[in-house]
């Protein structure tokens, strides 16, 4: 009794010593669960963005529509051409007067 009387508070600084040096070691090993919950979410809100996105094959129908429009543009500049030329000429006569 008289061992317990003397040394009580050593062997009581001696287990909670130990039992924080446990934790200490858990928490470096063991993530907490807040940050296991914000990753969780983060990974979720990827997944939604993810899923969003077109298909492969969505992409390549918008791959030909747009080299299609392409097309389209550059036989339009063709057809502009004449016009232009025609609207230049116009101006050049306006500005003689």
Known sequence: ???????GAVIWALILTAFNVIQLLLAKTYARREALESITMAV???????????????????QLEMSDLRGELH????????????ANLLL????KR
Do not use: C, G, T, Y
Request: proline share 5%; aromatic share 4%; hydrophobic share 40%.
């Open 1 to 7: 009794m008289d061992f317990i009387r003397e040394w």
């Open 44 to 62: 979720e809100i990827l997944e939604n963005k993810v899923n969003s996105l077109p298909s492969q094959a969505e992409q390549h129908r918008l």
């Open 75 to 86: 036989a339009l500049r063709e057809q502009l051409k004449p016009v232009h030329n025609l």
């Open 92 to 95: 050049e006569e306006r500005l």
